[in-house]
């Protein structure tokens, strides 16, 4: 199994930036792809954002296209989804989970509360 946590959520206005970290262990290297997620209140979960573990490729949520990025630090078991541009939308619990190859995601993480507001 792999374990996640989530860090680096905050409160932050319009416009800024924010860094979140999805940290693993566990069986880290049966996994295949890690993906963001996140809810608002009375929202259905949206997918945010993927990368594979070994090739590294990319895939974003339309709404956050252009204003995040994804990228991985295999050596330390470590994603990190960079969020430029916030838009008070963007507010929601963040998640990260990991697919380690069943097309099911898995080890879902606490979650980030990120909170963009003027």
């Known amino acids: 199994q792999v374990q996640l946590v989530e860090s680096g959520g905050g409160l932050v206005q319009p416009g800024g930036s924010l860094r979140l970290s999805c940290a693993a262990s566990g069986r880290t290297f049966s996994t295949y792809r890690v993906g963001w997620f996140r809810q608002a209140p009375g929202n259905n979960r949206e997918f945010v954002a993927g990368i594979r573990w070994s090739g590294g490729s990319t895939s974003y949520g339309d709404s956050v296209k252009g204003r995040f990025t994804i990228s991985r630090d295999n050596a330390k078991n470590t994603v990190t989804l960079q969020m430029n541009s916030l838009k008070p939308e963007d507010t929601a619990v963040y998640y990260c989970?990991?697919?380690?190859?069943?097309?099911?995601?898995?080890?879902w993480g606490q979650g980030t509360q990120v909170t963009v507001s003027s």
């Open positions: 989970a990991a697919d380690i190859g069943s097309g099911r995601w898995d080890g």
